[in-house]
């Protein structure tokens, strides 16, 4: 029981990293259709893993726990591995401020479409 304080703080952080993340990749003008489908995957993700969490819960009376403790912090060091990928671009500004190359670029890839 120690653990969940640290284990929900850092899934709350993740969740807000991912908003944050979301909204800066989104192309202008689509960031509240972006916001409706990233709240419905994250609902989908989480009843996903309650789901799966009560299955590892009720499949040893002994170790469930133990098991559900596990995956969790595997699934939060996979994440882990998914940062190095994350464009610098996308997150060298400050929240609000203007990223001029990523909205050419954005522009670039309109005007092509």
Same mark, same amino acid.
Request: charged share 15%.
């Given at each position: &029981?120690?653990? +969940?304080?640290?284990?929900? /703080?850092? %899934?709350?952080?993740?969740? #807000? ?25 994250? &609902?989908?993700? +989480?009843?996903?893993?309650? /789901?799966? %969490?009560?299955?590892?819960? #009720? ?55």
């Amino acid at each position: &029981m120690i653990l +969940a304080v640290p284990m929900g /703080l850092m %899934g709350g952080m993740a969740t #807000a990293a991912y908003f944050d993340l979301a909204v800066r990749s989104c192309p202008p003008g689509l960031q509240g259709s972006l916001m409706m489908l990233v709240s419905a995957g994250v &609902m989908l993700a +989480a009843r996903g893993g309650d /789901l799966l %969490g009560a299955k590892l819960y #009720a499949s040893s009376p002994v170790n469930g726990f133990l098991y559900c403790v596990i995956a969790t912090t595997l699934v939060y060091t996979l994440i882990l591995g998914v940062i190095p990928w994350i464009p610098k671009e996308l997150i060298a500004t400050t929240d609000g401020e203007r990223n001029l190359a990523v909205e050419a670029e954005t522009m670039a890839e309109i005007e092509r479409g």
